[in-house]
């Protein structure tokens, strides 16, 4: 079987592990690893200040506490994303308003922002959809003009670029993943990045139960979000990699490209202008003119040993939220379509090209076939 994702784990990463539980570095509370690795990623993102956490669903929890958003709070969304970034939202008590697909890009359409605001809007929470970055400039103009605070999505993102600019450095903050699918992994784990030295002062804090002095009597209401150390230990091992990874990456969706390219009823991810996508993973969609179901294409992947994921089931169709007031009611066409016509490839940097020239072969078999 050919998974959808396989991360690279090497001598550099176990020795790294192992150093830091040499070192007594168990929890996030103790030694030097931990914060070296929050200084080399934000650096690296170009950001002051990182801050990191047991996940990136906890990242997105961190980011949205440390604003006071809450009750009576509206904040917008990509409504096609995993639905930890919508989660953040609802368990703060405030309303998710999502926000529905672009076609070329499958990112939030920012031409559907103005009409979803309303004085109770309080933020923006774009997701660079699969590692291709959203118009930023774009973004943040509308989000300074009505005040909006921003929280990056960056989860699929990490290296991504917009106009020579790093995703993640753009928002007031921004929230990484490194769980095992991602650019790089610590197993679990995450990131809050911000340049902001009040917000970072304030992520920390909320973090770690919100400890001041005395220890044990509490200002705050906090949360116990750590990273161990560990993990970060191995996250640095990780970070010395990126650029290979990333490489491996736009390897693969070249790859992808040149068998899949010329196959009708197929739409490819796109790179738009002045972007560095980096394929968090390698999504298609199929059409009524590709002659079979995206579901039918799916299937026959697997039984020819091929893994494959659909794309994310919108927010506005989430049976969690359907009865919830904390769902804004909004006609999402797009993201819906992405949800039945899409699906994802095998997206692992260390693919080969005959590993690509296999899965495209099985592609274009069934695309044969169903023209015959």
Same mark, same amino acid.
């Given at each position: 079987?050919?998974?959808?994702?396989?991360?690279?784990?090497?001598?550099?990463?176990?020795?790294?592990?192992?150093?830091?539980?040499?070192?007594?570095?168990?929890? *996030?509370?103790?030694g030097?690893?931990?914060?070296?690795?929050?200084?080399?990623?934000?650096?690296?993102?170009?950001?002051?200040? +990182?801050?990191?956490?047991?996940? *990136?669903t906890?990242?997105?929890?961190?980011?949205?506490?440390? #604003?006071?958003?809450?009750?009576?709070?509206?904040?917008?969304?990509?409504?096609?994303t995993?639905?930890?970034?919508?989660?953040?939202?609802?368990?703060?008590?405030?309303?998710?308003?999502?926000?529905?697909?672009?076609?070329? #890009?499958?990112?939030?359409?920012?031409? !559907?922002?103005?009409?979803?605001?309303?004085?109770?809007?309080?933020a923006?929470?774009?997701v660079?959809?699969?590692?291709?970055?959203i118009?930023?400039?774009?973004?943040?103009?509308?989000?300074?003009?009505?005040?909006?605070?921003?929280?990056?999505?960056?989860?699929?993102?990490?290296?991504?670029?917009?106009? +020579?600019?790093?995703?993640?450095?753009?928002?007031?903050m921004?929230?990484?993943?490194?769980?095992?699918?991602?650019?790089?992994? #610590?197993?679990?784990? *995450?990131m809050?990045?911000?340049?902001?030295?009040?917000?970072?002062?304030?992520?920390?804090?909320?973090?770690?139960?919100?400890?001041?002095?005395?220890?044990?009597?509490?200002?705050s209401?906090?949360?116990?979000?750590?990273?161990?150390?560990?993990?970060?230990?191995?996250?640095l091992?990780?970070?010395?990699?990126?650029?290979?990874?990333?490489?491996g990456? @736009?390897?693969?969706?070249a790859?992808? !490209?040149?068998?899949?390219?010329?196959?009708?009823?197929?739409?490819?991810?796109?790179?738009?202008?002045?972007?560095?996508?980096?394929y968090?993973?390698?999504?298609?969609?199929?059409?009524k003119?590709?002659?079979?179901?995206?579901?039918?294409?799916?299937?026959?992947?697997?039984?020819?040993?091929?893994?494959?994921?659909?794309?994310?089931?919108?927010?506005?169709?989430q049976?969690?939220f359907?009865?919830?007031?904390?769902?804004k009611?909004?006609?999402?066409?797009?993201a819906?379509?992405?949800?039945? @016509?899409?699906?994802?490839?095998?997206?692992?940097?260390?693919?080969?090209?005959?590993?690509?020239?296999f899965?495209?072969?099985?592609?274009?078999?069934?695309?044969?076939?169903?023209?015959?």
């Amino acid at each position: 079987m050919i998974p959808v994702f396989e991360p690279e784990i090497g001598t550099e990463e176990i020795e790294a592990v192992v150093g830091a539980l040499k070192r007594g570095e168990i929890s *996030g509370s103790f030694g030097d690893t931990l914060p070296e690795f929050e200084n080399r990623f934000a650096r690296y993102v170009g950001c002051k200040h +990182g801050v990191a956490v047991s996940s *990136g669903t906890t990242a997105l929890h961190l980011a949205v506490a440390a #604003t006071d958003i809450g009750p009576g709070d509206e904040v917008l969304l990509s409504s096609s994303t995993n639905i930890a970034t919508a989660l953040a939202v609802y368990h703060h008590g405030a309303t998710i308003v999502p926000v529905d697909s672009e076609r070329k #890009t499958w990112n939030l359409d920012l031409s !559907q922002l103005e009409k979803l605001l309303t004085p109770k809007t309080r933020a923006i929470l774009p997701v660079h959809l699969f590692g291709c970055p959203i118009d930023m400039d774009r973004l943040m103009s509308f989000a300074r003009a009505h005040k909006l605070i921003v929280i990056e999505d960056c989860a699929e993102s990490h290296g991504a670029t917009w106009n +020579g600019r790093m995703t993640g450095s753009f928002g007031d903050m921004s929230c990484f993943s490194f769980y095992a699918n991602k650019i790089i992994t #610590t197993g679990e784990g *995450g990131m809050v990045c911000t340049n902001d030295d009040a917000l970072a002062e304030k992520l920390r804090l909320l973090r770690n139960l919100a400890f001041t002095k005395p220890r044990f009597r509490h200002q705050s209401a906090g949360f116990n979000f750590r990273m161990t150390g560990f993990q970060a230990a191995m996250g640095l091992a990780q970070l010395q990699k990126i650029e290979r990874f990333i490489d491996g990456k @736009r390897q693969m969706a070249a790859w992808y !490209q040149k068998y899949l390219g010329d196959v009708p009823g197929l739409q490819l991810p796109q790179e738009p202008t002045g972007t560095r996508h980096v394929y968090w993973m390698y999504g298609i969609l199929v059409d009524k003119s590709f002659g079979k179901s995206r579901d039918s294409l799916m299937a026959q992947l697997q039984a020819n040993g091929v893994e494959t994921r659909t794309f994310f089931c919108p927010m506005s169709d989430q049976p969690c939220f359907e009865d919830s007031s904390l769902l804004k009611k909004v006609a999402c066409p797009v993201a819906d379509d992405l949800w039945q @016509r899409g699906l994802y490839l095998p997206s692992s940097p260390s693919l080969t090209e005959k590993n690509i020239q296999f899965i495209s072969s099985v592609i274009q078999e069934r695309s044969l076939k169903a023209a015959a």
